[in-house]
Structure formats: C-alpha cells, structure tokens
C-alpha cells in the first residue's frame, strides 16, 4: 500500500470521526426538546434520533456536500488542507461538547477549510460564493427558525383552545415525537452532507474521484454510507451535557412548547438542505426553542443564549485560525513538522479522554430532567407575572 493511499484511508477516518462528534455535539438539536418535556427516556431519544438520522440516507441527495467540497477550489485541496480543516473542526466539537456550548460543527469544518485553503492558496483558493451561503445562513437560519416557531407557538395555543387540550396534552406530545422525528432527518440530511463533501474533495484532489465538467462532484454510495452511519451513531452515543443545555437551561418548556420549536427548526432545516445551503442546525435548533419560549412567555436563560451567541460569531474565525497553523505546520521539514504535531495531537487525544471520563452521564442527565428545568433568569425577573396553565407531567419515563 503507497503512502498516498494510507493517507486517504487515514484521513477518510478521521472525516467519519467528525462525522461523529457531529452527531453527538448535535444531538440535543432534535431530541433536547423531547426529553426536557419527559415523552422520551434519554436512551429512547437518542435512539430514536440516529435512527431518523440515518434514514434520510435512503431519500436525500447531495446537493449541501457538493457545496461544501468547493469551499476549496479543485486543485487546492491536498490531503494537508483536509487534515488541517478536520483536526481544527474535531478539535472545536469536542471543547464546544466538554463546556456544554450548543454550536456549530457546520461552521467548524467550513472555518477549518477556509483557513487551510488559505494558508495553501491564498485567497484565490477560496471558493467565496460557497462560504458566502454559509455566512449568510448565520444571520438568516436563527431569524428563520426563530420566527417560525413564534408562529407555531400560536398555532398551537389555537389548537390547544379548541381542543381543550392541557400544556402537556398527548396530542401535543405525538406531534412533538412527529416533528422531532422531522429535526432529526434533516439533521442527518443536512449534516452529513458535508462529512460526504469533505471525502468527496479529498479523493478529487488525491486523484481517486474525477470533477465532472460542471463543477460536482460524485459522491460514491459507499461515501454517503459512512458518513450517515457515523453520524448516527454518534447520535446514539448521546452528547447529553448539550441535551441539558438545550432542553432544561435555555427556557422552560413543556410538550405544546417543544413541539413549536420543532417546527421553526424543521423549517428552517428543510428549506436549507433542499437549496444546498450548509445550515447550521444547532443554531435552528436552539432559536426555535428560545423563540417557542419566549412566544408562551415561559422566560429565556439570556446568560446562556450570550455564551452561545459568541460561540456562533468566533466558530468559522477560530477554526478557521487553526486551520491555517495545521496546515503551515505541515509544511516546516518533516522533524520540524512532527515535532509540532505529535505534541499537539496527543494533548489533544488525552484531553477528549479526560473530558470523556469527567463527563455528564445519560443517568445523571435523567435525574435533572426529573427534577425540572432550571428557572430561566428573565422567569426570575418577572415573579408577578401571571402564572401559567396548569401542565401535567410527562408520562414518558426517564
């Protein structure tokens, strides 16, 4: 086996490691609101979710990895460019994880490309029409998702009226599984595009997959396989420390709530895969809730949608800053560049393991679901509000 060829399948399986951190750092975007409202175990969630995940494999196409793999222009995308934009954006998905921070894994791996494309190339590396989609859906996939949940929230005080349903109505929480359900398949459809757009420009610019004369490029059924296995599972192993961020710090919710958030993100998820655009889930994610939230008047944690809001804005410069030093690392004479590496790496490796041992269980996250969410600080603010509809308990079991 040559070197080319080992270093294909090494970086092929360091894309799938991507792929699934991705999964478990994005997790809660699907399931944080079904759990929080207790309709589902944790296990069952996650469970669920991969599952949802994975089936978008038999449907979507692969319009989000074609854009993806042109944010570096053909011909600039060695195997040190991928390299350097992988470590950049695992590296940001596990600090992101340990801290318990909903951000972007998308905006990871296209930082970590645009500043290895740059550190190769220079600008003219950068396929800027792509990294403008990405930018763009920074500012509009929050407002989206956001806005349509407020929506919803009142689709669903309509329908609660009529109906005479309570806040925790099992009408309410079959929706919530239905839609949660929907988060989930765009999740996988979207997400794991751009792990297929990573491996799809590595074997282009390694000379194992030809661009077609229109600019695409093909992605092998064994690519799309992979990436949408990965993704699952790394779904099913559950990034339960974001789930809590997501389901029980942001807002108060209950089922009529979380199934309106599903919906904004839903929407603003769909809209996105079906026009190649790389969205960030978790930023629909976690604005639908917020705007579900704040639309039922159930109150918002701000310190935490601030925390969360820098990480939105620093993901593509950060990662895109470690990409560039990996790669340039990359190029110093081979001692040099071991020398360099070697210690970076292994740091790296023995602070996922230390993070990984040290970490919020799926035991101890069922314990904080069954005592409740914690009160959001504009709930605290405002003790004389009116109070709110009596709710039930969930009757999923934790």
Not at 109 to 131: E, K, Q
Not at 203 to 230: I, M, N, R
Not at 244 to 259: P, Q, V
């Amino acid at each position: 086996m040559d070197l080319l060829l080992t270093s294909v399948i090494a970086l092929v399986a360091l894309a799938l490691l991507f792929d699934f951190t991705n999964g478990f750092h994005d997790a809660a975007n699907s399931v944080g609101t079904v759990v929080a409202t207790r309709v589902m175990s944790v296990r069952q969630a996650v469970v669920f979710s991969a599952a949802c995940n994975f089936a978008a494999f038999l449907v979507v196409g692969t319009a989000v990895a074609n854009t993806v793999a042109k944010v570096v222009k053909p011909g600039e995308d060695s195997i040190a460019v991928v390299f350097a934009a992988l470590v950049a954006a695992v590296g940001w998905n596990y600090l992101t994880w340990w801290v318990g921070l909903p951000s972007s894994s998308s905006h990871a791996i296209i930082g970590g490309l645009v500043g290895a494309g740059l550190a190769a190339g220079g600008v003219a590396a950068i396929s800027w029409d792509a990294v403008e989609k990405a930018v763009i859906a920074i500012f509009l996939s929050p407002a989206v998702a956001f806005g349509v949940a407020v929506l919803a929230t009142g689709l669903v005080v309509v329908i609660q009226k009529i109906a005479h349903w309570s806040d925790d109505a099992g009408g309410f929480k079959g929706l919530q599984v239905v839609s949660a359900a929907a988060v989930s398949f765009g999740h996988g459809a979207n997400d794991a595009q751009k792990t297929m757009g990573v491996i799809a420009a590595l074997l282009a610019g390694a000379g194992y997959l030809e661009v077609k004369a229109d600019g695409s490029l093909p992605v092998p059924t064994w690519v799309a396989l992979c990436a949408y296995t990965a993704i699952a599972l790394g779904t099913a192993w559950g990034g339960w420390r974001i789930i809590e961020t997501m389901g029980l710090r942001l807002t108060s919710l209950n089922a009529r709530t979380g199934a309106a958030a599903n919906i904004g993100a839903t929407t603003a998820i769909f809209g996105a895969t079906a026009l190649g655009v790389p969205i960030s889930t978790t930023h629909a994610a976690a604005s639908s809730v917020l705007g579900a939230g704040t639309a039922a008047r159930r109150g918002a944690n701000w310190g935490i949608v601030g925390q969360m809001s820098l990480a939105w804005v620093v993901t593509i410069p950060t990662t895109a800053a470690v990409g560039y030093a990996l790669y340039e690392a990359t190029r110093l004479p081979p001692a040099a560049a071991w020398a360099v590496l070697v210690p970076v790496l292994l740091a790296a490796v023995v602070a996922i393991v230390l993070a990984m041992r040290n970490s919020l269980g799926a035991h101890e996250l069922a314990e904080k679901v069954a005592q409740g969410p914690a009160t959001p600080v504009s709930a605290q603010a405002a003790p004389n509000r009116a109070p709110l509809a009596a709710t039930t308990p969930g009757a999923g079991q934790v």
